[in-house]
T-cell receptor, first 115, second 114 residues
Framework: GAVVSQHPSRVICKSGTSVKIECRSL??????MFWYRQFPKQSLMLMAT?????????EQGVEKDKFLINHASLTLSTLTVTSAHPEDSSFYIC???????????FGSGTRLTVV | DAKTTQPTSMDCAEGRAANLPCNHS???????VYWYRQIHSQGPQYIIH???NNETNEMASLIITEDRKSSTLILPHATLRDTAVYYC???????????????FGQGTELSVKP
């Protein structure tokens, strides 16, 4: 079935640095990628939608200059958390529509810890 | 997309059937019911979906009431590995409606106990 590979699975970074998270569609073309954030004991919150070759669309309240999204190819979308702070520590998950009845497939998530 | 209401948490004994309810009283005619689950610290996993007929696959069964205002996900023989948060999501089968977004509610935390 359709697989989205997400890396890294865990990352610890210092406050003020930037972190890049990659999501690759392995056996299908992902023209759209959704990025979610999940805090402990909470549900997934949609942050933004990226479309190949165009600017990402951000949900209300999400800072586009802080969470840079690039979708340069049909198989790769990246999320860069810039100038990370401890409050950005969270679980980040990407998801792509598969074009089948399965609907959407999800990456395995990235646990970001900012110290 | 129609909103859904699920119990916050449920327990189930290992080997027994787990029945997870979902209310979606404002569902419209072209909206499907999807179920996903999220095991701790992993990405969500698709389980099953349906429009109005009952559905069954290797993972679960989905029972949708005749008026489509509620549904029940059934895990016939729950195992410890089924412990997860289960999300019931209602959305149009047309991907690009609402920008194709999949919006998650709070879900039900299912604990399968030995």
């Amino acid at each position: 079935g359709a697989v989205v590979s997400q890396h890294p699975s865990r990352v610890i970074c210092k406050s003020g640095t930037s972190v890049k998270i990659e999501c690759r569609s392995l056996d299908f073309q992902a023209t759209t990628m959704f990025w979610y954030r999940q805090f402990p004991k909470q549900s997934l919150m949609l942050m933004a939608t990226s479309n190949e070759g165009s600017k990402a669309t951000y949900e209300q309240g999400v800072e586009k200059d802080k969470f840079l999204i690039n979708h340069a190819s049909l198989t790769l979308s990246t999320l860069t958390v810039t100038s990370a702070h401890p409050e950005d520590s969270s679980f980040y998950i990407c998801s792509a529509p598969t074009g089948t009845n399965y609907g959407y497939t999800f990456g395995s998530g990235t646990r970001l810890t900012v110290v | 997309d129609a909103k859904t209401t699920q119990p916050t948490s449920m327990d189930c004994a290992e080997g027994r059937a787990a029945n997870l309810p979902c209310n979606h009283s404002t569902i419209s005619g072209n909206e499907y019911v999807y179920w996903y689950r999220q095991i701790h610290s992993q990405g969500p996993q698709y389980i099953i979906h349906g429009l109005k007929n009952n559905e069954t696959n290797e993972m679960a069964s989905l029972i949708i009431t005749e008026d489509r205002k509620s549904s029940t996900l059934i895990l016939p023989h729950a195992t410890l590995r089924d412990t997860a948060v289960y999300y019931c999501i209602v959305r149009s089968h047309l991907f690009y409606n609402q920008g194709g977004k999949l919006i998650f509610g709070q879900g039900t935390e299912l604990s399968v106990k030995p």
